[in-house]
């Protein structure tokens, strides 16, 4: 099992910027490539960035690309997303979630075995 925490989410004006962090625990956190997810009120779960375990590989949905950037730390058990230029449609409650297996482009919440409880994002114009 592993277990995910996110924080740092909180209400920022269009243009500005925020990090979420995850912290995980339980198994070896370098084992696994992590990415975060997002859902805004009466849509579905959407992804947004991934990285791979050793945290050499990233890829990013169009909508953020330019404007995010994921970033893990392994010796602190943790993965950031930063997100720059906010708008108010990246509104939504932010997932972090854990996949083991190799490294590919997994898009899909259903590859994913493990998430955290989400945390809020409230971009305002």
């Known amino acids: 099992q592993v277990q995910l925490v996110e924080s740092g989410g909180g209400s920022v004006q269009a243009g500005g910027s925020l990090r979420v962090s995850c912290a995980a625990s339980?198994?070896?956190?370098?084992?696994?490539?992590m990415g975060w997810f997002r859902q805004a009120p009466g849509k579905e779960r959407e992804f947004v960035a991934a990285i791979s375990w050793g945290g050499g590989n990233t890829y990013y949905a169009d909508s953020v690309k330019g404007r995010f950037t994921i970033l893990r730390d392994n010796a602190k058990n943790t993965v950031y997303l930063q997100m720059n230029s906010l708008k108010p449609e990246d509104t939504a409650v932010y997932y972090c979630a854990a996949r083991g297996g190799g490294w590919y482009d997994a898009r899909r919440p259903s590859e994913y075995a493990y998430w955290g409880q989400g945390t809020q994002v409230t971009v305002s114009s």
């Open positions: 339980g198994r070896t956190f370098s084992n696994y490539n």
